[in-house]
């Protein structure tokens, strides 16, 4: 089971984004806010996934954050709800959209991703309500173990280090895999440097 795939990306597309992990390719199919998370091209990303098989074939699908994974696990659990409809509705409401949604039984919210009907929404509402009790939306879709923003700043470090992109950025891929996608900034631009510094020293 592949929980977590940390490299590069490669490209991607309407729902889709390709991970370069050391030459592997991986597509991870994901939600559009998902989609909005991620940094450019070729630089560093962590996504947390989920592969479920459908009709003999492996799909990965992935998340920026561990609470958007949690709340597709408990959307594909509800009848009528596979993956690509749990993945609109990710992509129309964030997780804490969905709490309140279910809590208040606003069925009309539900209804704005696509393919989602008023008798599905009912049925969602219906079956994840024991799941929302007393559960307080605010700031729970914060997910402080999001590695964008962190590998941004790494980056950004780098470079006013003198460092191009080009370079910095598998650097902070490597100390990111190293490291802990949860480790102080600090110490990923320690790990990174790190590794550029035995990199020019291989070169030599």
């Excluded at 991620?38 to 990965?60: C, D, H, K, S």
């Excluded at 009907?117 to 939306?137: M, P």
Aim: charge should be negative.
């Amino acid at each position: 089971m592949i929980a977590k795939l940390k490299g590069i990306i490669d490209s991607t597309g309407l729902d889709w984004v390709i991970v370069d992990v050391h030459g592997l390719c991986y597509q991870v199919f994901i939600s559009s806010k998902t989609m909005a998370q991620l940094p450019n091209l070729g630089e560093a990303v962590i996504l947390y996934t989920e592969m479920l098989v459908r009709q003999e074939q492996p799909i990965l699908y992935g998340f920026a954050s561990s609470f958007e994974q949690e709340w597709f696990n408990k959307l594909i659990t509800v009848q009528g709800v596979g993956a690509r409809v749990a993945l609109a509705l990710l992509s129309a409401l964030t997780p804490d959209d969905l709490i309140l949604a279910i809590q208040s039984a606003d069925k009309t919210r539900i209804c704005q991703a696509d393919g989602v009907g008023q008798k599905l929404a009912s049925r969602l509402v219906t079956e994840l309500k024991d799941k929302v009790k007393g559960v307080t939306a605010t700031a729970s879709g914060t997910d402080q173990e999001s590695p964008f923003g962190i590998a941004a700043d790494v980056i950004s470090a780098l470079e006013n280090l003198g460092y191009k992109k080009s370079e910095a950025t598998p650097a902070v891929a490597r100390a990111i895999e190293e490291e802990g996608a949860t480790a102080p900034t600090a110490v990923l631009i320690r790990s990174a440097l790190s590794f550029l510094a035995s990199k020019i020293t291989g070169a030599a």
